[in-house]
Structure formats: structure tokens, C-alpha cells
């Protein structure tokens, strides 16, 4: 059984400036996040919310413009990312590989001046950063403007007028209006509003919550085993969302095909026994919610053949043991926490659904049960699913939705539990 931890090791040829990366949260694990830094004082500033980001999870690239550069050295921001900056466009299509389509998964303008955002709302992209923003905007990544000029400047009608034209297609930070300047608003205020985008929650913010995913494997032999067709894809993307949201992740997982998500805490087991007692061991910490999404063998076999099974024989006959029910041992040591379950059906009624996942409930003791059905029309396509979540006062049906929907629709439902 391994255990990696979610704070980033830094490898040897990895920048020294890394090892601050997941240092005050994991919430932007896994995003890339692209910094322009434009032609305005306020930029030292930007060596900071680049730092905030990476505390938070990100990996940040820097765009500077030329009129930064010569209040900055490139070589600052390249120390404070651990990334190189870009200052010119090349052959290398430096404005494709960070601004086309998924590249990156947020564009910041810190400052934001007049002139960048004019071009922006007119498509003039005559410099790195006007072309980066131009090709972002074309690619629907989302962008971030955050304005920083002389009031003056703020009330032109012009400037107005590119607002007006941006304000439903980007997002705007409020300036500060002080000293008759809209200076840039503080690095701080800024990462909020980047973790909020990125589903940052109040209630969910340092939860402590435990779930296991994926299928387990049970030995026949030392080569043969009995498993299931699950891929572990749900519970990873509901360990990934629930990270964004600023839980503190501690996640089980079975040998699944997904890979499992930064920022949490993860402990590989291969058999349901692995799982039982990985699950038994966490439990003697404290846990906000404990979610059971893996897929358990309910069944494994009775005796297990230390040596290959010959392949001679014609027939082979194995019995099988019921496997422990991982999710009944959760509230025995942890009565307060908030169990949620999984339970599959296959071809069944939606009535039947609901019943059959209200016994799991009640034998459980489970707060909630998410209930699906995995049947002929979910084989078909694996990708897409349709949960019912069930509690003891409603059920709640989130239709048919690619698994990344459903895990928000779930998300949110243990948000509302846990306020």
C-alpha cells in the first residue's frame, strides 16, 4: 500500500520557487493560469498574485509587456513562477500554446490598463499580451480583467464604452477609486475572486472529508483475479470538485483506469480488504463527510491458491465469501459524520431505485445515498450517468449528464448538508 501526500515534492530539475506550490490550499491544483502583466506601476504587485495563485495550487506563466520590462526584469517573474516569461512572440506560437483552445484555464490582466483593454474590445493584438488575450477570446477561456488607471482615464467615454461591450464576455475586478486614481484592487481580493470562479465554498472551505473510489481486485491465484468494470472516474471527479471547493481531501483508491486527483491525500489499495482497513485506519481521524463511491467486491474468494491454478483442468470451481460491507463500519467510529453511499442497480424501475437505495440507507446508517442505474442505456455510454440522491426527506434527480455535471450536482447537494 503507498501513500503520497498532496504537497508537491520538488524534483531536481524543478524551479526552486515551487516548493511553495499547495503550501495555503489545493483549491487550483491542476489549473493553468495565465498572468499579463501590462504597462502600469501597480505591476510589482503582480509578483505577489502570482505567488498567491501558486499557494493555492497554480501553475502561472507571465506575459509582460515591453513598457513592464523596463520597470521589471523578465528574470523577477521567472523566479516568482519557476516559468519562463514571455516578452516577444516567436516562431514558437507562444500565444497557441498558452491562449488556444484548453491551454490554459484562466487569462488574468493585472494591471489592466486603458490601451489593453481598448485592444482587447476591438481585437488589435499588436503585442504579446494583446494577442494572447485575442486568441483566448476567440477560444472562450475565461479572462479576468482587473483595471488600474486615473479616474480620468476611468470615466473617458471610450474606456466606458469597451467596458460596456466586455462586461458580459469577461470578467471585471473592481478597481479601487482612491487618490483620483482606479488603482488595481489588492492581490488578495483578486485570488478570491479566482478561487470563487473555480468553485472556492464557504461551507466547504478546510471540510475534512474521506472517500473511496474505484473498482477492488480479488485474488484467485497470485495472477488471477475477480473485479469489476468500474473506472473510478466518478469518485475521482467528486474528490477534484470537492478540492476546488477548499476541502481537505483524503481519498482510498482502487486500482481504477482515472488518475487521481492532485491536492488530496492518497492511499492505493488493491483488494476490498486493502480498502476495509485503509478506510478503518482514517477513521481514527475526525471527518466532516465520508463519502463510500467505490466499487467494492461484495464477494471474494473463499481460498486463495498460493500458486498458479494449473490451466489444464476443464472446469473450474470457485466459492466465494461475502466481502465485509466497508460503508457499515463508518458510523461505528465516527457517529457524528455525515455518510453518504453509492448504490448501482441495473434495468430496474425508478421506484425500485429509490426503495432499493432507502434500504441501503437505513442498513448503512447513511445521511445520503447516490443512486444510479448502470444498466443497458449507461453501458451504451459509459461517459454519461443520471444519479437520484436520496435522504431521508427527498429525492433529488439530476437527469442525464456527462459525469463532470453529475459531480457538481452532487457537490452542491453536500454543500447544502453541510452548511
Not at 531536481?12 to 491544483?29: A, F, R
Not at 481504477?256 to 478506510?279: Q, R, W
Amino acid at each position: 500500500m503507498i501513500t503520497l501526500v498532496a504537497k508537491k515534492k520538488i524534483k531536481k530539475n524543478d524551479h526552486p520557487s515551487l516548493d511553495i506550490v499547495s503550501s495555503h490550499g489545493t483549491e487550483l491544483s491542476g489549473k493553468k493560469i495565465v498572468l499579463c502583466v501590462a504597462g502600469s506601476v501597480a505591476a510589482y504587485k503582480a509578483i505577489e498574485l502570482a505567488r498567491l495563485l501558486m499557494r493555492h495550487g497554480a501553475d502561472v506563466t507571465c506575459v509582460a509587456s515591453s513598457a513592464v520590462t523596463k520597470l521589471i526584469q523578465p528574470d523577477y517573474f521567472k523566479w516568482a513562477t519557476g516559468n519562463n516569461v514571455i516578452t516577444k512572440l516567436t516562431g514558437k506560437l507562444e500565444h497557441i500554446k498558452l491562449a488556444d483552445y484548453k491551454q490554459s484555464n484562466l487569462l488574468i490582466v493585472y494591471p489592466g490598463t486603458a490601451n489593453t483593454l481598448g485592444k482587447l474590445a476591438n481585437g488589435i493584438d499588436d503585442t504579446p499580451i494583446s494577442t494572447v488575450l485575442t486568441v483566448g477570446f476567440g477560444s472562450k477561456i475565461p479572462i479576468m480583467m482587473c483595471l488600474a488607471m486615473h479616474e480620468s482615464m476611468y470615466e473617458n467615454s471610450a474606456v466606458k464604452k469597451n467596458i460596456e461591450f466586455l462586461k458580459n464576455k469577461i470578467q471585471f475586478v473592481s478597481p479601487q477609486m482612491i487618490e483620483g486614481k482606479a488603482k488595481a484592487p489588492e492581490p488578495e481580493y483578486v485570488l478570491e475572486n479566482v478561487l470563487n470562479k473555480f468553485g472556492s465554498s464557504p461551507i466547504l472551505k478546510n471540510k475534512k472529508i474521506l472517500i473511496t473510489a474505484g473498482p477492488t481486485i480479488e485474488y484467485i491465484d497470485p495472477v488471477r483475479v475477480i473485479t469489476n468494470v468500474s473506472t473510478g472516474k466518478t469518485g475521482v471527479l467528486l474528490a477534484s470538485e470537492l478540492i476546488s471547493a477548499g476541502a481537505k481531501v483524503s481519498m482510498i483508491y482502487g486500482p481504477g483506469n482515472e488518475k487521481p486527483p492532485k491536492g488530496a491525500k492518497i492511499t492505493n489499495v488493491k483488494t476490498s480488504k486493502e480498502m476495509f482497513d485503509a478506510t478503518k485506519k482514517e477513521l481514527k481521524k475526525k471527518f466532516d463527510a465520508v463519502i463510500m463511491a467505490a466499487a467494492a467486491s461484495d464477494y471474494t474468494p473463499e481460498n486463495f491458491s498460493k500458486s498458479k491454478i494449473k490451466s489444464t483442468k476443464n472446469s473450474l470451481n470457485i466459492r466465494l465469501k461475502k466481502a465485509p460491507k466497508i460503508i457499515d463500519l463508518v458510523k461505528k467510529y465516527q457517529k457524528d459524520t455525515f455518510l453518504i453511499g453509492f448504490k448501482a442497480e441495473t434495468d430496474i424501475s425508478q421506484n425500485y431505485l429509490i426503495k432499493s437505495a432507502q434500504k441501503k440507507m437505513r442498513e448503512s446508517d447513511a445521511d445520503m445515498i447516490i443512486a444510479n442505474d448502470i444498466g443497458k442505456k449507461y453501458q451504451k455510454n459509459p461517459s454519461m450517468n443520471k444519479v437520484l440522491i436520496i435522504d431521508k426527506n427527498y429525492v433529488k434527480i439530476s437527469g442525464w449528464k456527462k459525469k463532470e455535471s453529475i459531480v457538481k450536482f452532487i457537490k452542491k447537494e453536500i454543500e447544502n448538508k453541510l452548511k
